[in-house]
């Protein structure tokens, strides 16, 4: 089951979040051969077309399970105000060549208006 956070982004801001993650043990997870996704919606039933993508990064060396998501100015500048809903996703293939995709983080991201 996925952890649950809220989040607050400067409508105009560039935003840098920062995943530190461990196994079931509390040891650092291995990313290693891992991708990880990271999107933003107004609301669950919106289209893809209007998601906005976090840039997801596995950070070397990967059995340092840390992730860093980020968003640029230009992205959070062309967000409405109000509340959003996200999720993270971290995926690999298995020995029998199966994806496997598990949910690590979600919940509510709010954003608050720019004036400049």
């Known amino acids: 089951m996925a952890e649950y956070e809220e989040f607050t982004i400067d409508q105009g801001s560039d935003v840098a979040i920062e995943l530190e993650l461990v196994d079931h043990t509390g040891a650092k997870k291995s990313l290693v051969a891992h991708t990880v996704t990271a999107t933003m919606k107004k609301s669950y039933s ?20 840390v992730v860093n ?16 809903v996200y999720d993270v996703e971290l995926s690999f ?14 919940g509510r991201i709010q954003v608050t208006p720019s004036v400049t």
């Open 93 to 106: 293939v298995d020995s029998s060549e199966n994806t496997i995709v598990e949910r690590i983080l979600e």
């Open 46 to 65: 919106d289209s893809a077309g209007e998601a906005t993508s976090f840039t997801s990064i596995i950070v070397d060396p990967a059995t340092s399970g």
């Open 69 to 84: 998501l980020s968003l640029t100015s230009t992205q959070t500048a062309a967000l409405t105000k109000g509340r959003y």
